[in-house]
T-cell receptor
Framework: DTAVSQTPKYLVTQMGNDKSIKCEQN?????MYWYKQDSKKFLKIMFS???????INETVPNRFSPKSPDKAHLNLHINSLELGDSAVYFC?????????????FGPGTRLTVT | AQSVTQLDSHVSVSEGTPVLLRCNYS??????LFWYVQHPNKGLQLLLK??????LVKGINGFEAEFKKSETSFHLTKPSAHMSDAAEYFC?????????????FGRGTSLIVHP
């Protein structure tokens, strides 16, 4: 049974469109994250939610909006997609947001903007 | 502010020889440190973590890392490489920033294993 799942796995779309990526975890964790991995494999945290409350909001264009309907789900909505948004987006969860808690990652969503 | 430097973007070894992936960090407080592995087209998986207990940490698949505060290092080692170890490896520091703990990733080291 998958611990952290993301849909879709691949997403190809045109500039200017709006798209969403969904994430679900069945681990009972309190904290969830969104990361962006660029073509050079660099991982950058975008957002983090703890029990549906936004706790980390890094420097991300406001075209990106996370939504957490409950603590098992964290979705990412992207408006007016740009070429530079092409990347792999990873969802992750951890038991809590504290210093010692490891993260469990989903398989990633490869977004290609043409 | 915290940061992580992975000193090698690529490391190439022969199967059966030792592996050393280097990581240096800077942190204002007492950090937690992690190593994750990412196989091609997969998500990241935890190899091991340090959270202020024993400085020599053992992880999965024969990997281990030693926390050296005086050198601000957390290098990852394995005595004998397997072909299946070929992957991208990330060193991560998690420390307090404002009211939250923010994980900061190194840029990754690609491990290449030759037969």
């Amino acid at each position: 049974d998958t611990a952290v799942s993301q849909t879709p796995k691949y997403l190809v779309t045109q500039m200017g469109n709006d798209k969403s990526i969904k994430c679900e975890q069945n681990l009972g964790h309190d904290t969830m994250y969104w990361y962006k991995q660029d073509s050079k494999k660099f991982l950058k945290i975008m957002f983090s939610y703890n029990n549906k409350e936004l706790i980390i909001n890094e420097t991300v264009p406001n075209r990106f909006s996370p939504k957490s309907p409950d603590k098992a789900h964290l979705n990412l909505h992207i408006n007016s997609l740009e070429l530079g948004d092409s990347a792999v987006y990873f969802c992750a969860s951890s038991q809590e947001g504290g210093r010692g808690y490891e993260q469990y990652f989903g398989p990633g969503t490869r977004l290609t903007v043409t | 502010a915290q940061s992580v430097t992975q000193l090698d973007s690529h490391v190439s070894v022969s199967e059966g020889t030792p592996v050393l992936l280097r990581c240096n960090y800077s942190s204002s407080y007492s950090p937690s440190l992690f190593w994750y592995v990412q196989h091609p087209n997969k998500g990241l998986q935890l190899l091991l973590k340090y959270t202020s207990a024993a400085t020599l940490v053992k992880g999965i698949n024969g990997f281990e890392a030693e926390f050296k505060k005086s050198e601000t290092s957390f290098h990852l080692t394995k005595p004998s490489a397997h072909m299946s170890d070929a992957a991208e490896y990330f060193c991560v520091v998690s420390d307090r920033s404002g009211g939250s703990y923010i994980p900061t990733f190194g840029r990754g080291t690609s491990l290449i294993v030759h037969p």
